[in-house]
């Protein structure tokens, strides 16, 4: 039953981080042009988001749900303006992986960044909340935390193991791409990302 309900969690987190977004375009960007551990911790960050939010979610912890739908026009602003800066400087950058070795600094930035992103989206806590109270859930008022606890683990689980499917595929394809063509990955990721925070920024006043 525990396994059951692990796997629930697990694809209910990979089903949530698989859908198009800013994150998945600077997992797939970063894994081509610094290598699959940056692309990889991407994508660790925003599971580390999506878990924080399952938990909320999870444990029905309402006051928390409240607040961060109320304040979702600020939220979608404030993660629209990161956005158009992070597209910015993407695009902006010239330097390849052939060119530059990553260091520790780069791989913190690629966790915080997408960490950052994914807990300012409004749409993620909605999205969770909606489906765990279509599983019944907010475990801690049935008193059952052990359940609760590994639906949050199975979402972050999941959440991860998307991140790594997407960063090894990309890794793997960035080794056969030339110089000139990881200038012009850079360059597309980083309009695209510039044009989800347009979009969001826009949605504050929509």
């Given at each position: 039953?525990?396994?059951?309900?692990?796997?629930?969690?697990?694809?209910?987190?990979?089903?949530?981080?698989?859908?198009?977004?800013?994150?998945?375009?600077?997992?797939?960007?970063?894994?081509l042009?610094?290598?699959?551990?940056?692309?990889?911790?991407?994508?660790?960050?925003?599971?580390?988001?999506?878990?924080?939010?399952?938990?909320?979610?999870?444990?029905?912890?309402?006051?928390?749900?409240?607040?961060?739908?109320?304040?979702?026009?600020?939220?979608?602003?404030?993660?629209?303006?990161?956005?158009?800066?992070?597209?910015?400087?993407?695009?902006?950058?010239?330097?390849?992986?052939?060119?530059?070795?990553?260091?520790?600094?780069?791989?913190?930035?690629?966790?915080?960044?997408?960490?950052?992103?994914?807990?300012?989206?409004?749409?993620?806590?909605?999205?969770?909340?909606a489906?765990?109270?279509?599983?019944?859930?907010?475990?801690?008022?049935?008193?059952?935390i052990?359940?609760?606890?590994?639906?949050?683990?199975?979402?972050?689980?999941?959440?991860?193991?998307?991140?790594?499917?997407?960063?090894?595929?990309?890794?793997?394809?960035?080794?056969?791409?030339?110089?000139?063509r990881?200038?012009?990955?850079?360059?597309?990721?980083?309009?695209?990302?510039?044009?989800?925070?347009?979009?969001?920024?826009?949605?504050?006043?929509?």
């Open positions: 039953m525990s396994i059951l309900i692990f796997l629930k969690g697990l694809i209910l987190g990979y089903a949530i981080a698989a859908p198009a977004g800013p994150v998945n375009v600077l997992c797939m960007q970063r894994s042009t610094m290598g699959m551990t940056a692309g990889f911790l991407s994508g660790v960050g925003a599971a580390t988001a999506d878990a924080a939010y399952g938990f909320i979610a999870a444990f029905g912890i309402t006051l928390i749900t409240q607040f961060m739908v109320g304040q979702q026009g600020l939220l979608r602003f404030v993660g629209g303006l990161f956005l158009c800066c992070l597209g910015y400087k993407m695009a902006k950058n010239r330097i390849s992986r052939i060119e530059r070795d990553v260091n520790t600094m780069d791989l913190l930035h690629a966790y915080l960044s997408t960490f950052l992103i994914t807990l300012t989206s409004p749409v993620t806590i909605i999205s969770y909340a489906v765990f109270a279509s599983f019944g859930a907010a475990y801690s008022a049935k008193g059952d052990l359940t609760g606890a590994l639906i949050v683990l199975g979402v972050f689980t999941g959440s991860v193991l998307w991140a790594l499917t997407l960063s090894v595929s990309m890794h793997f394809l960035g080794n056969r791409l030339t110089q000139a990881l200038h012009q990955v850079n360059i597309a990721s980083g309009a695209v990302v510039a044009l989800f925070g347009v979009a969001s920024i826009m949605g504050t006043w929509l």
